[in-house]
């Protein structure tokens, strides 16, 4: 042990350290359960990757992700345009690319670049973000290109991205005339793809994915009729393993909806847990671990001295917990069905990778949170 604290020296803060280790204990034990112990021996590496990942990035003084930022977003946008020309076609999306023989989706890395970049615009420009060309070009413009060049593949996860930058804003105090206008705007253009893609032709032929976004929210609104078709089958078969796992759950391995329930280790995996754990364990206390990561990142934004620091880990930290959120709420029917994964408990190398990068950049900044220097990194 003492060899161990002599080279490996885990700083930030503790709670989130145990909280994190808690998540991805949970998710090898549940992604076991649904794809036996031989599948799930590179979830294991993923998450062995992610925790040494992890671990280097919070050893960084945050100062320098303010410069990386710019870099970043550079190349998220060079991978997305990339991954929507020549990416492969998977199930209808083109959201992979491969480097290297890794393969990731650069929405995960842009996503957590964009919110970087974006807290560095604000602490950088705050005085010119008082007018709307300033608010465009510094804030509004950026969040636009990353989504737009995400939604063709991924409509939800640009729905989250863009929502993510919505709160950052909100975060930041940016002037309520421009976060109404954004916000009337979207609800327009939400409106405008939904209805074109149901009842115009034309609509689905420039954006073929319309469909499936249109399959996905009617199914959500009437599971039934869709009751032998893929999002309102989900949503049924998702109902029945929370209902069947009721306070105790079946036990470890016990369920039965992990034969029907189609990305039960992914997607569905909030469902499986519950149906194992019981709505306390395998439901709640999940709960409360997120909530817990949010309240600890709030309290080391509130002492961040840097408004950089302090805005990026508020940002980061949402993100992780609105995308649980939005997991769970699509597994007990609350939201359609939006393929997005739950943090740290999901089964998937991107997904366990990319959110251990943003907890890393959180750990980060609570090693070091009077530091206001970042603009000399």
């Known amino acids: 042990?003492?060899?161990?604290?002599?080279?490996?020296?885990?700083?930030?803060?503790?709670?989130?350290?145990?909280?994190?280790?808690?998540?991805?204990?949970?998710?090898?034990?549940?992604?076991?359960?649904?794809?036996?112990?031989?599948?799930?021996?590179?979830?294991?590496?993923?998450?062995?990757?992610?925790?040494?990942?992890?671990?280097?990035?919070?050893?960084?003084?945050?100062?320098?992700?303010?410069?990386?930022?710019?870099?970043?977003?550079?190349?998220?946008?060079?991978?997305?345009?990339?991954?929507?020309?020549?990416?492969?076609?998977?199930n209808g999306a083109k959201r992979w690319v491969s480097m290297g023989g890794l393969s990731f989706q650069p929405s995960d890395f842009a996503k957590i670049m964009l919110l970087i970049f974006m807290s560095r615009q604000i602490s950088k420009y705050r005085s010119s973000l008082k007018h709307w060309k300033g608010f465009i070009w510094y804030l509004l413009a950026p969040l636009v290109i990353i989504c737009v060049l995400i939604l063709p593949s991924n409509f939800s996860t640009s729905a989250l991205v863009f929502f993510n930058g919505l709160m950052l804003m909100l975060f930041a105090k940016i002037h309520y005339r421009f976060l109404l206008s954004i916000i009337a705007i979207s609800i327009f253009g939400i409106s405008v793809i939904y209805f074109g893609g149901k009842y115009v032709p034309i609509v689905k032929e420039i954006v073929p994915r319309s469909a499936t976004w249109v399959s996905r929210i009617d199914g959500f609104l009437d599971p039934s009729v869709n009751h032998n078709k893929n999002e309102g089958h989900q949503l049924n078969e998702s109902k029945i393993a929370i209902k069947n796992g009721g306070f105790f759950g079946k036990g470890p391995g016990k369920g039965v909806q992990r034969h029907f329930l189609y990305a039960g280790s992914s997607d569905f995996i909030y469902a499986i847990t519950v149906e194992q754990y019981g709505l306390i364990l395998g439901g709640i206390f999940p709960m409360l671990l997120y909530l817990i990561i949010f309240y600890r990142s709030i309290i080391i934004s509130h002492r961040t001295e840097s408004v950089f620091g302090s805005l990026m880990v508020a940002s980061l930290s949402f993100a992780l917990i609105f995308q649980a959120a939005v997991n769970m709420a699509v597994n007990v029917g609350l939201f359609p069905v939006t393929g997005q994964t739950l943090p740290l408990i999901s089964k998937g190398g991107t997904s366990i990778i990319f959110t251990c990068i943003a907890v890393g950049i959180i750990l980060s900044v609570s090693r070091n949170p009077e530091d206001r220097d970042y603009e000399k990194a």
């Open 1 to 90: 042990m003492s060899i161990f604290s002599k080279y490996i020296k885990v700083e930030g803060d503790k709670t989130i350290w145990t909280v994190v280790i808690l998540l991805l204990f949970t998710s090898v034990l549940v992604v076991a359960s649904v794809e036996g112990i031989s599948a799930t021996k590179s979830h294991i590496r993923n998450i062995i990757m992610g925790l040494l990942i992890m671990y280097a990035v919070h050893k960084l003084k945050f100062k320098y992700f303010s410069k990386l930022s710019i870099v970043g977003i550079v190349v998220s946008i060079f991978l997305l345009l990339f991954v929507l020309v020549l990416g492969p076609e998977i």
